[in-house]
């Protein structure tokens, strides 16, 4: 056995480059008493005409059976997008935003294409400097969840221009499902009803919560009930009739607008109609061989892009899955690509530096940072310089189709449940989204700093990574600054360490934000680990679970599902 003193000598004298420890020679595998072996514990559901992975089992089933009607996988999403608006009323939304990529395969002599849509919100007309600060000139969390908070929601336009653009079955049919979902209702799971109970307390305050979510005598529902929501069923059928224009203008915009401004929000009917999505190329990078489509500002594909050409620069294929430099060399890129999240920002007074972040010149400079065997801290991890290099709840799924098609889109509301609040009349749930500002308006992060019609930024990052110049891993996932380093694992996971979708979802992760915080752990690693990263230098936690990633993996003729178990009621269903 090798005692504690000479692993720590070892973990000292490593290089960079070099494993922390020997690597082990391969050793003959038992057979488990399997006639058939398998060598890993999960595996992903299996389709063969296409696949559907999201948070939410009903709206998962509505995207299948688009697909089974021949529609594409961007008819899909948008099917699957109103669903979750109303199964997933923590997340899925109608009165939020979120990115999306799409690709679409080369057909009829057009070529294949990749882009990316933004439809994150923006900040009303009327946004000042101290629209959501206290006296105490700090951010005044009692606003957080009130009307004053919501920024314009971008979902129904987001999917309105994916379908301009690329779909295929009528408007109004991807919207009915989500209709009768809402009109007849259905029957809560644990996680839901649980979930909406736990916000009784806040939602109680605002009379149109009260009345899309809790019963007659203000009661919550519980598991099993059928939950219906009538007002809600209304304001889709708007949409599905007049498509963008039925949540931007007319009626329900009047109604929304009515609800926010008299509950003191700064919304009016000119931010709503006038709300744009941006149609953009994704920033493209790589790892180890894979091309990536990453989700471009003001998303942070960018940081992602960084972290992964960081990690390039070591064998963490050597280090194996779990061990201490594995962990440590992650650990260290996050929080190198974390401090220059800083230059992340919105138009139209903010232009991100994307390219630099997300080039590998830049990861050429700012590796030399990392030590295996030392941890950075704020003292000792400088800012970088990007710009010669230039050229919490949230809810993500994924899908594929036959055609060669694949979607992946993350949406929120901010927080679990957004803002809290509902227009009377209309069950759409607002977005708290107006926080995600630096308000202090603190020096070095003028990126984020409020202003009229300035986009919000995110920690979001849905992601495509290809394999022979067509979709291989379609994913992301929710979990506000979780996402990004659950993002890392998934792409360490299938790239580095060979395991299948399902088995890279399942894997325990760990979190490292600002150089200063903690590293923190999910439960399932051994506690062995935590003196030995110590001895690095870090401070270590343990975290409750990160993310839920909802992933497709494409291998020949199988579409590979893997709903992510770390939240209830998710569901990976491939069409036969």
Known sequence: MISYAVIVSLMASATMGQAQLPVAPPQERGSGGDIVNY?????????????????????????????????????????????????LPRAGNIGGGGYMVIHIAAKDGKPAKTITINYYGTAPRATTPGLLLGPDGKFDRSKSMTFQ????????????????????????????????????????????????????????KDPGATKAFFKRDGSAYKPGDIFKQPDLAWSLKQVAAR???????????????????????????????DFKVEILEPIWGSYRGHDIAFMPPTSS?????????????????????????????MSEAMKVAGSDRRLIGGLPDWKTPAKGIASKAYADERVKLISPTASLNGANL?????????????????????????????????????????????GVLLNNSLGNFNWGREKGREANWPAPGK??????????????????????????????????????????HGLNIAEAAER??????????????????????????????????????????QSIMVEGEKFLGAADTRRPDALAKGVE
């Open 39 to 87: 060598s890993q514990i999960h595996g992903p559901v299996i389709g063969r005409k296409g696949m559907v992975a999201s948070q939410s089992a009903p709206a998962t089933d509505v995207g299948v059976e688009i697909l089974r009607q021949g529609g594409n996988a961007v008819d899909a999403t948008i099917a699957v997008a109103f669903a979750e608006a109303v199964t």
């Open 149 to 204: 908070n919501v920024a314009v929601p971008g979902t129904v336009a987001g999917m309105w221009e994916a379908h301009r653009m690329f779909g295929s079955l009528p408007w109004k049919k991807l919207v009915e499902p989500a209709i009768r979902l809402a009109a007849q209702g259905y029957r809560l799971s644990d996680g839901e009803a649980e979930a909406t109970a736990g916000r009784r307390e806040v939602m109680m």
């Open 243 to 273: 498509g963008r224009d039925g949540f931007y203008k007319g009626p329900l915009a009047q109604k929304m607008v009515a609800g926010i401004r008299s509950g003191g929000g700064i919304v009016d009917e000119q931010d709503l109609a």
């Open 301 to 329: 594909g960018a940081t992602l892009a960084e972290i992964m050409n960081l990690l390039e620069h070591f064998p963490m294929k050597d280090y194996g899955w779990g061990s201490v430099q594995g962990l440590h060399i």
């Open 382 to 426: 400088p800012d970088g310089n990007p710009y010669p290099h230039e050229s919490p709840d949230t809810t993500h799924y994924s899908v594929a189709d036959k055609y060669g098609n694949a979607v992946s889109n993350t949406y929120t509301l901010t927080a679990s449940y957004g803002a809290h609040v509902v227009p009377q009349g209309t």
């Open 455 to 496: 986009r919000l930024g995110s920690t979001i990052t849905p992601l495509i990574v290809f394999k022979d110049k067509k979709p291989w891993l379609v994913t992301g996932s929710p979990g506000g600054g979780y996402i990004i380093s659950a993002m890392t694992q998934v792409l360490v996971n299938t790239i580095d």
């Open 508 to 549: 325990p992760r760990i979190h490292q934000s600002s150089a200063d915080d903690p590293l923190e752990l999910e439960e399932g690693f051994s506690p062995d680990l935590k003196p030995l990263l110590e001895a690095k230098g870090h401070k270590v936690r343990l975290s409750d679970t990160m993310g839920s990633t």
